[in-house]
């Protein structure tokens, strides 16, 4: 029982090196705030950028043109809303 139960001792050195090489790839890899998918300063770049998530639950088929229809309104209010100072 107690060999199912023992865990191996954490080293703090190669846990803090493994997160610091972990940290060093990330960041390098991570764009810029000014990168566009063009590249730095490209077409793409600047702006802020707006998630939108739609979960749709219902007990009946629901009609997909109406789901456009009132997704397409919501995003424009949203436009609105957000064009406003």
């Avoid at 979960?55 to 997909?64: E, I, R």
């Avoid at 397409?72 to 957000?82: D, H, M, V, Y």
Wanted: hydrophobic letters at 30%.
């Amino acid at each position: 029982m107690s060999s199912i139960l023992a865990a191996a001792p954490i080293m703090p050195t190669v846990s803090y090196a493994a997160a610091a090489d972990i940290s060093t790839v990330t960041q390098s890899s991570a764009p810029g705030p000014d990168d566009g998918p063009d590249g730095p300063g490209g077409p793409g770049s600047g702006g802020d950028t707006y998630v939108y998530e739609q979960h749709l639950h219902s007990p009946t088929p629901l009609d997909s043109v109406k789901i456009y229809r009132d997704g397409k309104s919501l995003l424009a209010l949203k436009k609105g809303e957000l064009a406003k100072p």
